[in-house]
Structures are given as C-alpha cells and as structure tokens.
C-alpha cells in the first residue's frame, strides 16, 4: 500500500518499536502483586551515582504520582523527545509554564469546539477511506483505515491544504519512527517546521477556522504562544494524536471482532459504542507506559526514591488490577464503568481524550453502516496485538459483503 511505502516494511517497523510480545499482563500481573513500586538498578560498576529506575504498577500509586506533579516531573520527556518534538513541547514542560500552554491550546479541544468537525472533518475523512474499500469485500484495516483515519483528521484540523495529506502522512510515519530511525525522525521534524512556517505566517494575517489561526491568535493576559511553541504543539500531535488513537481504534475493532456477540449488541444499540471504546482504552492501553523524574527525594507506596531518578508509571497494569476490575483480562463492554489510567492523569491528562473518543465512535459507526457482515479473515493469517511499550494489531485482515460504491 502506497501509505506505507515510505516505510518498507511496517511489520518490522512495529516489531522493532513495539517488540513481538503478545501477552506482557502476565509478567506484569506478577509484579504488580509482588513489587508494586519496581526498584531496578541501572548502575553498572561500584562507585557508578546512575540513579536506580522505578516502575509504578498499581493505580492507586500512579494517581498519586502523577497528581504531584512538583515531585514527579515531565521534564524527562525533553531529554527523550526534544530532539524530535522540540524544546518547548507541553508533555516535558511542569508549571507553571505548562498551565500556561495548556490555557492556550485547550479551547481548541473541548467537546463543544470539537462537534463542528464531527461530520466537516472525522465523517468525510472516514468516508473516503471506507469508499476505497467498500467494493472489495476485503482489506487490511490497519494499513487502509485506522492508520491513515486520525493522521488525516489531525492534517485537517490543523488546516492543511488537501492535497498536502500524502505528504504529511510521510512525515508523520518518518516523526513517528524516530526510536528505530532518529536521523530520519530529526529531518521530519525539521521539515515539518519548514512547511508549517509559512502557513502560521499566512494565517497570522488571515485567520481562518482551523487549528493552526486558534494557536496564533490565542491570547491569555496578553500572552500568546511563541512560534517555536506552536511548532512544537503541531509535531506533538502526531504521536499524542495519531499514534495513540490509530493503536487504540485497531484495539477497538480487534476486541469487537473477536468477541462476536459483544459486536452483535453494538450492531444492535450503538449507544452502547462509547462504553466498547472505554473498554477498548482500558483492556488495551495503546501506551503501556508514561515516564516522570523525581525532582526530590521522596516516597511512592513505601518506597523511597532518590531524588533524580526517573519513575514510570506503568498505565496498562494499573488498567488490569484485580481489585478495580473484576475478571481484568476480558475484554467486557458491559463491566461496571470505572475510571481507566489509560488517558492519563493530572495536569497533563489527555487533553485529545474528546477528539480520540469523537474519532473511534464516528469509525466504528461508519464500519457497522457500510461494510456488512463485517469479519477477521482467519484463513491462513493471524491477527493479534502485540507490543511492549506501543500495543495494537500491525494488521487487521477483515472480510465482508461488497457493496458497489
Ligand atoms: C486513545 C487515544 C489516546 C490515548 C490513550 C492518549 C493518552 C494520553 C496520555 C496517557 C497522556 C499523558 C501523558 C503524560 O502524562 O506524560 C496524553 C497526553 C496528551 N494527549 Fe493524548 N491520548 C490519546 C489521543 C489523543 C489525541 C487524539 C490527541 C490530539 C489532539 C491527544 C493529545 C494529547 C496531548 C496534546 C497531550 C499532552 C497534554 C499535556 O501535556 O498537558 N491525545 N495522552
């Protein structure tokens, strides 16, 4: 498929981002009931100060932690990610810089903001991608929907000119792959800067309504973001709003389709879809795993933690603890509702959570509206999801009734 010719082969793209590893619950079950708060020594010889790493497993821990976010702090995440997202991205900034960004860019996102581009934008985008398939009565659904779908609606959003999609979508694969291939993700990431230039010039002196004229016209106090802010918000997009949801959408489908009679109760009520994506987020975070550093000494679930040392919130065993969710394993749309850590928490909690949420119940509606009978292809393959950091099927091979378009 053309998408991803940029990127030969995305199998082992996601093998090397994700590890084949189809069950890590297992492991991470045993550790969360023996050693909530994992201490793992990194120092290689006598004498060697490196600071041990922490693993937080249970929810209860990691709600603290990220709640406090003066002691556990995200500037972590510019040492990992600064090179590719830029210094100034909001995920690595604490308060009171990061308040300040957020109050800026948040307007944006909110469930009132987002309904206007419910059909504008997600409805035609998903529409067009399903029209490409419709006669076939096969597809891989990960390499022709869930993977372009948000990577276009993000190219939307922002404001970008149509015909610039493909191009976009290369960069993204290339800012996205940036762990496997940090030379390509660093030219991505700069040539994003050199195309989004212009278009914030442009927009600057005439707004429009789109994404990018709300983050140069954004005021607060008379305060606006700084271009370099802007830029670093728009790279930022594409792993906090592409990734996570093209995974989370490829969970989604995978749950509902190997659970026929759960995607039988959603055929039949679709109000029962939001509850199936809630499930979708929590059975299988699309990221196991958040990072924050200690910025003094301190204590999480009767551990002490030097100050300095870089303490991760394991997100997708805190989703299967034993004593939240009865029976955590199964994929259950009908479980009682109980809050997720998927999305996150505190100060720097999902801010796409509405538009992620908007983007799977408009897929999910469109599927069950326009491919009949949908289905996995098991003949001679073998859809899974896998990963260790990153989780969802690297394909979703699917058959149903071709219908002309
Ligand atoms: C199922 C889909 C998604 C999941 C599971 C998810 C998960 C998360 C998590 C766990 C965080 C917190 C990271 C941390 O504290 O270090 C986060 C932050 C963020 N997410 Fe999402 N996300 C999803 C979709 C989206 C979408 C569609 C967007 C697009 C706009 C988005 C934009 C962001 C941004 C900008 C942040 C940073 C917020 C801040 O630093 O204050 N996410 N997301």
Same mark, same amino acid.
């Given at each position: 498929m053309q998408l991803f010719d940029d990127l030969e082969d995305f199998g082992s793209f996601d093998d090397v981002v994700s590890g084949d590893v189809r069950d890590p619950y297992t492991e991470l079950a045993r550790i969360r009931r023996e050693e909530p708060v994992q201490r793992i020594e990194l120092s290689m010889m006598p004498g060697d100060d490196t600071k041990p790493l922490f693993i937080a497993y249970r929810h209860e821990d990691i709600a603290q932690m990220l709640r406090d976010n003066e002691t556990f702090s995200s500037a972590i995440v510019l040492q990992a990610f600064g090179d590719v997202l830029g210094k100034q991205v909001m995920l690595g900034l604490d308060e009171p810089d990061h308040g300040r960004h957020r109050a800026l860019v948040s307007k944006a996102f909110t469930q009132k903001a987002l309904a206007k581009w419910e059909d504008e934008l997600v409805g035609t985008v998903g529409n067009s991608l399903i029209d490409k398939i419709v006669a076939k009565g096969s597809a891989d659904l990960v390499r022709e929907f869930t993977f372009p779908f948000p990577t276009q609606i993000i190219a939307g959003l922002i404001g970008l000119p149509r015909d610039d999609f493909p191009q976009f979508q290369k960069w993204s694969i290339s800012?996205?792959?940036?762990?496997?291939?940090?030379?390509?993700?660093?030219?991505?990431?700069?040539?994003?800067?050199?195309? #989004?230039?212009?278009? /914030?010039? $442009?927009?600057?002196?005439?707004?429009?309504? @789109?994404?990018?004229?709300?983050?140069?016209?954004?005021?607060? @106090?008379? $305060?606006?973001?700084?271009?370099?802010? +802007?830029?670093?918000?728009?790279?930022?997009?594409?792993?906090?709003?592409?990734?996570?949801?093209?995974?989370?959408?490829?969970?989604?489908? #995978?749950?509902?389709?190997?659970?026929?009679?759960?995607?039988?109760?959603?055929?039949?009520?679709?109000?029962?879809?939001?509850?199936?994506?809630?499930?979708?987020?929590? %059975?299988?975070?699309?990221?196991?795993?958040?990072?924050?550093?200690?910025? &003094?000494?301190?204590?999480?679930?009767?551990?002490? +933690?030097?100050?300095?040392?870089?303490?991760?919130?394991?997100?997708?065993?805190?989703? &299967?603890?034993?004593?939240?969710?009865?029976?955590?394993?199964?994929?259950?749309?009908?479980?009682?509702? &109980?809050?997720?850590?998927? %999305?996150?928490?505190?100060?720097?909690?999902?801010?796409?959570?509405?538009?992620?949420?908007?983007?799977?119940?408009?897929?999910?509606?469109?599927?069950?509206?326009?491919?009949?009978?949908?289905?996995?292809? /098991?003949?001679?393959? @073998?859809?899974?999801?896998?990963?260790?950091?990153?989780?969802?099927?690297?394909?979703?091979?699917?058959?149903?009734?071709?219908?002309?378009?």
């Open positions: 800012l996205l792959s940036f762990t496997v291939n940090p030379e390509r993700g660093k030219a991505a990431s700069i040539a994003l800067e050199e195309y #989004f230039a212009p278009i /914030l010039a $442009e927009r600057r002196e005439n707004p429009q309504d @789109d994404l990018i004229s709300r983050l140069a016209t954004a005021e607060i @106090d008379g $305060e606006r973001l700084a271009d370099s802010e +802007i830029f670093s918000f728009l790279r930022l997009l594409l792993p906090a709003g592409v990734e996570t949801t093209y995974r989370s959408l490829g969970n989604l489908i #995978f749950g509902l389709l190997t659970h026929p009679d759960q995607f039988e109760a959603i055929r039949a009520d679709r109000s029962l879809i939001p509850q199936a994506i809630e499930e979708a987020v929590r %059975w299988e975070a699309p990221l196991l795993t958040i990072t924050r550093v200690a910025t &003094r000494d301190t204590e999480l679930g009767g551990v002490a +933690i030097p100050a300095g040392s870089s303490v991760m919130p394991m997100l997708g065993a805190a989703n &299967r603890q034993e004593d939240r969710y009865e029976d955590p394993d199964s994929f259950n749309i009908f479980r009682p509702a &109980r809050a997720n850590i998927s %999305w996150g928490y505190g100060a720097h909690v999902c801010l796409g959570m509405h538009l992620a949420r908007l983007e799977m119940r408009v897929a999910m509606n469109l599927l069950l509206d326009r491919l009949p009978n949908l289905r996995l292809d /098991l003949e001679g393959k @073998d859809p899974h999801i896998r990963g260790q950091v990153f989780r969802s099927p690297t394909a979703l091979p699917v058959l149903f009734d071709a219908t002309p378009r």
